[in-house]
C-alpha cells in the first residue's frame, strides 16, 4: 500500500477534495468549484488540474499515491461509469469516469462511487458507524439520499438504484408529485423541503390553531426549533415526519438487517427532538429482532463523502 490518496465529493457547485493517508488520516482539504457549462467538460480536467497541483506543492510522485476516489452524484456502475446525465452536473455523465480521470492522472488508479453510498461508506470507516460491517445512512438535505454496507461493501443493485432510500413509498394515497416523478415518497415529507411543505399544509389545515410559524416565512430548522420551544404544531409535523422516516426504517431493517443506522444531513442537527420520536416510531415498526438497532446521527458531517471516496480506493 502507498502512502497518500485523494478523496474527492463531487457536487453541482463545489467539489471537496480531501489529501489523506492509506491509514484514512485528512492530510489537507480544500475546494475546487465545479464548472458545469458546455455538459461539464472541464470538471475531470480540473479536477486532475486540482490533484496534480497538490502533488506538486507536496513533492509527492505517482508511486507514492494509491488512487484517487470520487463520489458523484448520480448512478453508478462497476464503481466506474456513470451510465446517465447527472442533472445537478449540466448535462454531464454517460462516460467511464474511472478510465478519463485515470488517464488525465496519466494513469493513477480511480475508483468512482454514488455519492450518497460513498458518504455512508466514509461513516462506516471513520465515522458514527466505525467498526461496523453493516449500516444503512440516510442522509435528510434538500433531498433524501441512502447508503446501503452490507459486510463492508455498498450495495448499489442491478440499476444503481440500490439505496436509493429518499424514493421508498411511505403513503400510496399522496398526490404531490415527487420531483422523481413518483407519489408519496420518502423525500416529500422527511427532506428539508418536505418538512416545510407539509408544515405549510399542517397549517392550512388547522387555520385556527396557534402556531409560532403562522404568517411566516420558514425552514425546516426553524420548524424544529419550535417543536422544542413547546409549540403544539410544530411538534404534530416533526411527529409525522420522524413516523413516515421510522417506518422507512423498519421496512429497511427487514431487507438489510443492519449494525446501525445512520442519519446524516442538515435535517439531523435537529437533535433529540427528531431523534427521540424517530425512535419510537421505529420500534412500532420493526420486526422483533431487530427492534433495538440503534439510530444515530452521523459524524463527518460534509466531510463523509471524501474520507468515503479514500475507502474507495484503500478498500474494506
Ligand atoms: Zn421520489
Known amino acids: 500500500m502507498k502512502e497518500y490518496a485523494f478523496g474527492i465529493d463531487l457536487g453541482g457547485t463545489t467539489a471537496k477534495v480531501g489529501l489523506f493517508t492509506t491509514s484514512g488520516q485528512l492530510v489537507e482539504k480544500w475546494e475546487v468549484p465545479t464548472d458545469t457549462s458546455e455538459q461539464g467538460l472541464?470538471?475531470?480536467?480540473?479536477?486532475?488540474?486540482?490533484?496534480?497541483?497538490?502533488?506538486q506543492e507536496k513533492g509527492l510522485t505517482s508511486d507514492q499515491v494509491e488512487g484517487v476516489g470520487i463520489g458523484?452524484?448520480?448512478p453508478v456502475q462497476e464503481s466506474s461509469v456513470v451510465p446517465i446525465v447527472?442533472?445537478?452536473?449540466?448535462?454531464?455523465?454517460?462516460?467511464?469516469?474511472?478510465?478519463n480521470l485515470s488517464a488525465l492522472l496519466g494513469g493513477i488508479r480511480v475508483m468512482v462511487g454514488n455519492d450518497a453510498n460513498v458518504a455512508a461508506l466514509g461513516e462506516i470507516w471513520m465515522g458514527a458507524a466505525k467498526g461496523c460491517r453493516s449500516a444503512v445512512m440516510v442522509t435528510l438535505g434538500t433531498g433524501v439520499g441512502g447508503g446501503v454496507i452490507v459486510n463492508g461493501k455498498v450495495i448499489d443493485g442491478a440499476?444503481?438504484?440500490?439505496g436509493e432510500i429518499g424514493h421508498i413509498t411511505v403513503n400510496p394515497h399522496e398526490t404531490a408529485t415527487c420531483g422523481c416523478g413518483k407519489h408519496g415518497c420518502l423525500e416529500q415529507y422527511s427532506s428539508a423541503t418536505g418538512v416545510v411543505r407539509c408544515m405549510?399544509?399542517?397549517?392550512?389545515?388547522?387555520?385556527d390553531q396557534p402556531?409560532?410559524?403562522?404568517?411566516?416565512?420558514?425552514a425546516a430548522k426553524d420548524v424544529f426549533d419550535a417543536?422544542?420551544?413547546?409549540?403544539?404544531?410544530a411538534a404534530r409535523e416533526v411527529d409525522e415526519m420522524a413516523n413516515v422516516l421510522g417506518l422507512a426504517l423498519a421496512t429497511i431493517a427487514a431487507t438489510a438487517d443492519p449494525e446501525v443506522f445512520l442519519v446524516g444531513g442538515g435535517v439531523a442537527r435537529a437533535g433529540e427532538v427528531l431523534f427521540k420520536p424517530l425512535a419510537e416510531?421505529?420500534?412500532?415498526?420493526?420486526?422483533?429482532?431487530?427492534?433495538e438497532t440503534p439510530i444515530k446521527q452521523a459524524s463527518l458531517g460534509n466531510d463523509a463523502g471524501i474520507y468515503g471516496a479514500v475507502r474507495l480506493i484503500v478498500g474494506a
Open 211 to 218: 402556531c409560532v410559524l403562522r404568517g411566516r416565512d420558514f
Open 159 to 162: 440499476h444503481g438504484a440500490g
Open 281 to 291: 416510531h421505529y420500534k412500532t415498526y420493526a420486526f422483533k429482532s431487530c427492534r
Open 227 to 233: 417543536a422544542r420551544a413547546g409549540d403544539a404544531l
Open 200 to 207: 405549510k399544509l399542517l397549517l392550512e389545515a388547522n387555520p
Open 72 to 74: 458523484v452524484p448520480g
Open 42 to 55: 472541464r470538471i475531470l480536467p480540473n479536477l486532475a488540474a486540482a490533484v496534480q497541483a497538490k502533488m
Open 86 to 99: 447527472c442533472a445537478n452536473l449540466g448535462g454531464w455523465g454517460q462516460q467511464d469516469v474511472a478510465a
